[in-house]
């Protein structure tokens, strides 16, 4: 029997003949299946060319079964996808048949089940170690850092003051490390606000944290006020600090009563304190929810817009683009520092300032900057990919999980369609992101922090794999738009719902023509022809000094035909 | 007061060559625009260098215009366009251009013509007052204006001279081209030569000139391809059977499996389902042995059912029994107009309450309408294609959802088309020649106030459509979206006598070719094509089948919000991508080049091997 396609690591667990795949788009089609620990695969040659579904079994949020007679098949599966889909299978009550979805179920969900999350079984060997990517003090180097007034504090190297931080902090240099821990004591899950970026030439900053621990009674914090003076003066250009909290004020409010809260503008002078509404992550999951009842299986297609509409998913990314623009506005504009945090500081407060710091600085919007983009602003900064996702766990109702990662790309992928020059990855990157945040494949997005992860020696990092495959990942239109801000468009009018991505599995939307492999090849093409060139220069330089040299000048009477017309 | 007539000249050194850039600055220039005393006009612009004087033409009627002039120039108007800065300067009315130059050196000068201006909105603050310019091709400009009185008499004056009923008051008969004209346009569509084609593949088609006179039927060409088995006196009486005379005529010829396309008006079989043996005739003879047709009625049933109590009504199957006919629902012209009013207000919608944009987009139903015409051309492509069948097209009169549909199924089943010659030919013969009434249906868009009488964005959803086949085909086409924009422009307000009239008829008694330039003169001038050219085309033989799929099908931003957003980034994008291509056919001479001089050097000396 024919071998199945395998990742190294990769071991087939179970294999069924006459398996029924319930294709919604072209009809149910008999096949074999094969599941392995990374994926599941099914293949029948009943059409030609042979019909394949091949899902990573980490994208399964849960399989359920259902009822289901189509002749002998009187079982029926129903695999729901955290990437959009929800593939149907229909098979006749037989030993092998119940015995394949169980192994199914057991290795979708391997933290359950007491297994590994497949990339700790995953064998794949790069030849750059993705993991060197990003290195903290290389990035702050970058930025200017340590100057004067911000300093790499190693207070957190034992995540003794904050647990879901990374262990290398910037903070003010003037802060002593006994005020930094008052700080720390009155911010929720000890976030203190440290520097995510600097401007390099006003010096003003976008500073995270979460949400000061105010509660009912308004409680005060002379450190906590002392410390954000200190980022206020850290910058010369203004005398103003403005904190954006990302939550709707009304919810903000609900916060004090329950021990949070937020920043009084009494207690802090030259503090403006903006509230950007953007509801939680609930609203969020449901949203996305919303959408794929839209986009699958079928389209209502005389309700197509209406329908994408009601599930308000582009009016939060709109809300997201527009927070993000005015942080980069403030900065680059009102050059005056910006702290942004919202309950915890890990969700909205990752998406507003990955987005503000990719408007602002060219270098996060190249495929190397945006893996350190990643790599620091979420997954240093704890953004709990384990939670949000949940990787391997078959408690698909748990309140935690939400699509804020996915929203993050989303806008990204509005803002290289706005300004499609102006960043070095193209779509298939964000694509591939997003199929691996959820495959377990890499660790790059398995846990939930720096501290709990000690993925490094155990795991492949996703990084290792794009950056051996840049060319598949560069967009070919790419012009470096060295220090310049870009900011988007944030109307509704101008957003678009990525139907690339979240509409992928419907036939329907398979590029008519895959421009992009046209793209593709003119910058092979470039650089092949580039190098002719080159070969040829040297060539010719060599060939006049050899008959130079040996006294035989060459004739330009003589008029040869070219050897080649084309490469 | 004809003494402040003065000419503008347009900054000199960039306005002869300014008939491409048809954008904020449009003029092109003007020869005779003016309204002078003498045959030629001092420039007021200093940055004139050659103090160029402009001959006006003899037939020049100046009065016409100069009564609805009442004031020709202000000083000090401020002029509001989105993503520009503000430019003050002095506004100028000529006969047809609306002119605002801040008389400095290096700055645009916007050039509109009144053709181009839709309706215009009036207010007041004090003595400065606004008006606002709504165009035909969409976008919006303020202009701030000192003194009540100047305002309202400017404000009147582009009313007048915005709605002139005369086409032989309009600009085309007044411009002049700065180019010489290599190649001209009228000449280059000929029936004649569109036949030879035909000819060359089958000899079941001829030439018919029953119409030289334009007495069959008033909106077809003198020249039409019908059965060489079929004549004239039977011509004649199918006509009488079919809405405005529109007998079947060749639209299409599938060079493939020789099955055909015609398109017709509606049969006039009226409630008592009269029959006409001739027009049986004729459409039979296009059948081969045994094989069946397929009749596309662009109509809903219902539809066509109420068609007859008119007079009108469709084929009945007792009297066709060879064709299958199959009705498709596009909507009627007024019900496109409002869809189209629709679609503008939602995008121009300031307000921050943008939360129901997608609704509105849908409410609106231009991307129904798309939708529908692509299926039905899909469908008439899919009959001849690949059931090898013919198909006769028609709607009620077969002037515009008809149109559609030939058109389109032929951009589907025809690579040459899709090419920028085949492009302007498939306009000129199915949409010109075949009596689309432009002046009626383009006489105003969105923004209108009047009351629509014919007008529709008929052609403009047909250009809405081949954006969306080009969009899916990014390669197929040999043209670019500019090409579609700059078309749909014109097809509204142009400085070229195309789309002037509604039909062949009226074309020739207002002497278009002799009078007027031809759009197609200008565009396929090679200066001007580069500007049109898909960079990315690849010759591609094949049938296209676009997908109609809602989520397949974009709003046309490079139309409707085109004035609401800045294009600086995609064109960059787009510039980037001719770039790499240039430099890869500049890299490729070079290889070439290197390696003859390679070669040169090794039979040269014969010591080197051949790399």
């Known amino acids: 029997m024919e071998e199945v396609p395998r990742v190294p690591g990769e071991t087939v667990k179970a294999v069924a003949k006459d398996v029924m795949y319930l294709c ?13 620990d990374y994926k599941l695969y099914f293949k029948s040659l009943e059409r030609d060319p042979p019909f394949v579904l091949d899902v990573n079994l980490g994208v399964i949020s849960r399989v359920e079964t259902i009822s289901m007679q189509i002749g002998e098949n009187n079982r029926g599966i129903e695999i729901v996808c955290k990437d959009m889909r929800n593939p149907r299978f229909a098979y006749k009550e037989e030993q092998s048949k119940l015995e394949i979805f169980e192994t199914l179920t057991k290795h979708a969900f391997p933290l359950s089940n007491n297994l590994p999350l497949f990339a700790f079984l995953y064998k794949e060997t790069f030849p750059e170690d993705g993991w060197k990517v990003y290195d903290p003090v290389a990035e702050y180097k970058r930025q200017g850092l340590p100057n004067e007034s911000w300093t790499i504090s190693k207070i957190n190297s034992n995540f003794e003051v904050c647990d879901t931080y990374p262990a290398m902090l910037v903070v003010p240099t003037s802060i002593k490390d006994e005020e930094l821990r008052k700080v720390a004591s009155f911010r929720a899950k000890h976030r203190i606000p440290v520097l995510s970026w600097i401007h390099p030439e006003s010096q003003a900053t976008i500073v995270r944290c979460s949400q000061p621990l105010v509660g009912p009674s308004d409680r005060r914090c002379k450190e906590d006020e002392r410390y954000l003076q200190t980022i206020l003066d850290a910058n010369a250009q203004s005398h103003k600090l403005t904190i954006f909290d990302a939550r709707q004020s009304s919810v903000a409010d609900t916060n004090k009563a329950k021990d949070g809260g937020y920043e009084s503008e009494s207690f802090y002078p030259n503090v403006e304190l903006n509230f950007l509404e953007i509801p939680n992550i609930h609203v969020m999951r449901e949203s996305l929810r919303k959408l794929r009842e839209v986009v699958y299986p079928s389209i ?22 527009a927070g993000a623009v005015r942080v980069a506005d403030k900065l680059e504009c009102g050059k005056t520092s910006v702290v942004v945090h919202c309950s915890d500081g890990w969700d909205r407060t990752a998406q507003l300032t990955s987005l503000a710091m990719l408007m602002l600085d060219s270098y996060y919007r190249t495929l190397r900057g945006f893996q350190v983009l990643l790599e620091k602003e979420w997954i240093s900064f704890g953004h709990r990919f384990a939670a949000r996702l949940g990787h391997g766990d078959e408690n698909h109702a748990n309140s935690e999980r939400s699509p804020l990662f996915v929203q993050f790309v989303d806008c990204v992928w509005q803002m290289t369609r706005q300004f499609p020059s102006a960043f070095e990855f193209n779509e298939l990157f964000l694509i591939t992101i997003l199929d691996h945040l959820y495959s377990c494949l890499f660790g790059t997005f398995l846990y939930n922090s720096e501290q709990e992860r000690e993925v490094h020696s155990k795991t492949v990092s996703l990084w290792s794999y794009v950056n051996n495959h840049t060319e598949d990942f560069t967009n070919p239109f790419y012009v470096n738009y060295e220090n310049h801000v870009i900011y988007p468009v944030a109307s509704l009018r101008h957003l678009e719902l990525w139907v690339s991505y979240y509409v992928r599995w419907n036939p329907r939307m398979r590029p008519q023509m895959p421009v992009h492999q046209n793209l593709k090849e003119l910058l092979v093409l470039r650089t092949e022809l580039q190098k002719k060139v080159e070969e040829l220069q040297r060539d010719v330089a060599s060939s006049r000094s050899v008959s130079s040299s040996s006294d035989h000048g060459p004739s330009p009477s003589h008029t040869s035909t070219p050897l080649y017309t084309t490469v | 007061m004809l003494d402040g007539h003065r000419f503008i000249c347009p900054v000199a050194g960039t306005c002869c060559e300014s008939d491409r850039n048809l954008y904020w600055t449009d003029p092109p220039f003007p020869s005779g625009v003016g309204l002078g005393l003498g045959n030629s006009l001092p420039c007021f612009s200093s940055s004139c260098r050659s103090g160029r004087h402009i001959r006006l033409p003899s037939s020049f009627d100046r009065m016409e215009f100069a009564e609805l002039i009442k004031t020709p ?26 002119i605002l130059s801040s008389r400095q050196d290096n700055t645009e000068e916007l050039w509109l013509l009144h053709s181009n201006i839709d ?34 008499n400017i404000a009147s004056s582009i009313e007048a001279l915005s709605t002139l009923d005369s086409v032989s008051l309009m600009y085309p008969f007044f411009y002049r081209p700065m180019f010489e004209v290599v190649e001209d346009g009228w000449n280059m569509f000929l029936p004649e030569e569109a036949f030879k084609e035909i000819e060359f593949l089958t000899d079941e088609w001829r030439l018919s000139g029953v119409n030289k006179d334009f007495t069959v039927c008033p909106s077809y060409p003198q020249l039409v391809t019908v059965p060489r088995s079929i004549d004239d006196d039977t011509l004649r009486k199918v006509a009488t059977f079919r809405h405005g005379g529109r007998f079947p005529v060749l639209s299409y010829y599938h060079k493939k499996n020789g099955m055909v396309m015609m398109r017709a008006g509606q049969p006039l079989t009226g409630t008592n389902g009269r029959r006409c043996k001739e027009d049986e005739k004729l459409i039979n003879t296009t059948l081969r042995a045994g094989k069946r047709g397929y009749i596309i009625d662009t109509r809903a049933v219902n539809v066509a059912q109420q068609a007859k109590a008119r007079g009108g009504g469709f084929e009945q199957e007792a009297s066709y029994p060879q064709w299958r006919r199959i009705h498709k629902a596009i909507e009627r012209s007024s019900i496109l107009q409002e869809s189209l009013i629709k679609l503008v207000e939602a995008c121009n919608d300031q307000s921050q309450s943008m939360d129901r944009w997608l609704s509105k987009l849908e409410a609106s139903n231009w991307q129904t309408h798309v939708k529908e015409i692509l299926t039905t051309a899909c469908l008439a492509a899919q009959c001849i294609d690949r059931e090898g069948a013919s198909v006769l097209v028609h709607g009620t009169e077969g002037t515009d959802s008809t149109l559609q549909v030939t058109s389109l199924a032929q951009i589907i089943l025809d690579p040459s088309c899709r090419t920028m010659r085949g492009f302007q030919s498939l306009v000129e013969r199915e949409w010109l020649q075949a009596g689309h009434p432009f002046q009626q249906r383009c006489a105003q868009s969105a923004y209108s106030n009047s009351k629509a009488r014919s007008e529709a964005p008929v052609f403009l959803l047909f250009l809405d459509c081949v954006w969306q086949v080009l969009r899916q085909f990014p390669c197929s086409f040999q043209f670019n979206e500019h090409f579609l924009v700059v078309l749909f422009e014109h097809a509204y307000a142009s400085q070229f006598g195309t789309f002037l009239g509604n039909n062949a008829a009226e074309r020739l008694k207002l002497k278009l070719p002799q009078k007027t330039v031809s759009l197609w003169s200008w565009i396929n001038r090679s200066q001007e094509m580069d500007h049109f050219l898909n960079p990315l085309y690849e010759p591609n033989n094949l049938v296209i089948w676009p997908s109609v799929a809602p ?13 609401n957003r800045s294009s600086k980034y995609l064109d960059e994008a787009y510039d980037e991508m001719v770039h790499i291509i240039e430099y890869n056919k500049e890299l490729q001479s070079k290889v070439n080049a290197l390696r003859r001089q390679l070669a040169q050097l090794e039979t040269g000396d014969g010591l080197l091997e051949t790399p």
């Open chain 2, 73 to 98: 120039r202000v000083d000090g108007v401020v002029l509001h366009r989105p993503f520009m800065p503000t430019v003050e300067g002095t506004l100028c009315l000529t006969g047809h251009h609306l």
């Open chain 1, 24 to 36: 919604p788009f072209t009809g149910a089609v008999s096949g074999t299946l094969t599941v392995t």
């Open chain 2, 551 to 563: 989520q397949s099908l974009l709003l046309w931003e490079g139309v409707f919000l085109r004035w």
């Open chain 1, 300 to 321: 209502d297609e005389a309700h197509w817009l209406s329908g994408v509409d009601s599930t308000h998913w582009l009016e939060y990314i709109r809300l997201l683009l």
């Open chain 2, 119 to 152: 309706s215009i909105e009036k207010r007041f603050v004090g003595s400065l007052g606004t008006i606002i310019v709504k165009c035909k091709d969409l976008r919006i400009i303020q202009l701030d204006i000192p003194g009540m009185e100047e305002c309202l």
